[in-house]
Every structure is written in structure tokens, then in C-alpha cells.
């Protein structure tokens, strides 16, 4: 597909779904003008954690790729008005055909959708990117994170960041890192005054001194031998 075709597509794609959620605001008009893809996402499955639970991981995913700024998303209550007009139910809708479908319906270009998973302490992220159009996946990420939740959403966020193409900011990096940005402040040398060296200097003297006494002493002279008597 050449560029021309492909910008053609992009712009009658984005206002099919501009259509039908009845919002062309000026910024969606600024970014679908800048190329930018509108996109929508699944709830993601969960597997060994609550579907409440997985939803709530999907919605921080789906905050953090509108704070990349690189792609325009789809609100979840915009997708599911729509997703209910047409009949169509969400749950249990987890195989990538029936995200296509999902997106055909909603006029989007690309969708995501993914599973969360845990198993004891770790977690599991396994998110894909794919065209509605063709099927084929545009990026695939996935990550294992064993620690607290905390870590946790920061994983989602990079995750958020890299399936749209992008280096996640170094603050958000440098948390999974255990990296700590803050140093200690170094404590200052105070300089040495000069009453303080002559008393090193003589105190070393003294020690050298000392210890030339005690491992190499002056011979001691022996006593003369006794005379026998006759």
C-alpha cells in the first residue's frame, strides 16, 4: 500500500469511528491530520487474578498509551455504547478474531488485547498490537514481574509505551530498576591544621623509634667465667 492509498484509509477509517461515536473534537481532528492510528483495546484475560482485577490493570494500560500521545484511543464507555447498540457482548471475548471484530465494529484501525496472569508472587503481561484490517500483529510485548503490585503498574506502563513504538520515560525505568536517583550528600574533609601533623610526626617518630628499640637491641655484654681453684 502506497503512502497515498494508506493516508486515504487512515482518514476514512478514523471518521467512520469519529461517525460513530459522534466526537470530532478539533484535538482528534489535529491528531488523525498528524497520522496518528486510533486504536482500542480489550479487557484483557485473567488467569489466576479476577476479571474485576484484570479490568482495572486494562484501564491503567489503556491511561498510560493515552499518555504516550502517539496513537488515539477509544474510551472505554465510548466502546462499550457502541458495543451495545450492535448487541455485542465483551466478556468472553478473548481470541484475536473476535477482537477483529470488535474492531471492525467500532471503526478502529488497530486493537489490543492480552492476558494478565499470576502465580504466587509473579506476574505475567502478554499484550499484542494488530491490525483490524489484515490481522497481522504490529507488536507483541511481554514481561514476568515478581514483587508488589506497585511494581507492578509500572510494568504496564512501559508495556503501554513499547507497543506503541516508544522508549518509556527513564523515571518509570529506573523504578523496575530499583535504581535510586538520590545520593547521599559526601561528607567534607575538614583540613588538617598544622598543630595536628607535628603531633602525627613526632608520634610516628617516637613509634619508629620504639620499635627500632624493641627489635634490634644493643648486644648485652656476658659475664667473664669463674676461676676454679687449684
Known sequence: MNKSVKLIFLVLSSLIWAQTTNQLTPETAAQLAAGKETVAILDFEGRGISQMEAQTLTDRLMSEMVN???VIMVERNQMEEIMQEQGFQQSGCTTSECAAEVGALLGVQNMVSGSFGKL???YTIDAKLFSVSTGGTIRSVSKTYKGEVDGLLTIIEIVAWELVGLTAPADKLAK???ADTSQ???KERKPMGRMTKITLLLIGLGGGAYAAGLFD???VP???AP???N
Open 68 to 70: 504516550t500521545n502517539a
Open 227 to 229: 676461676t676454679l681453684p
Open 184 to 186: 547521599a550528600p559526601k
Open 222 to 224: 656476658l659475664p667473664e
Open 176 to 178: 523496575v530498576a530499583g
Open 217 to 219: 637491641p644493643a648486644p
Open 120 to 122: 504466587g508472587n509473579s
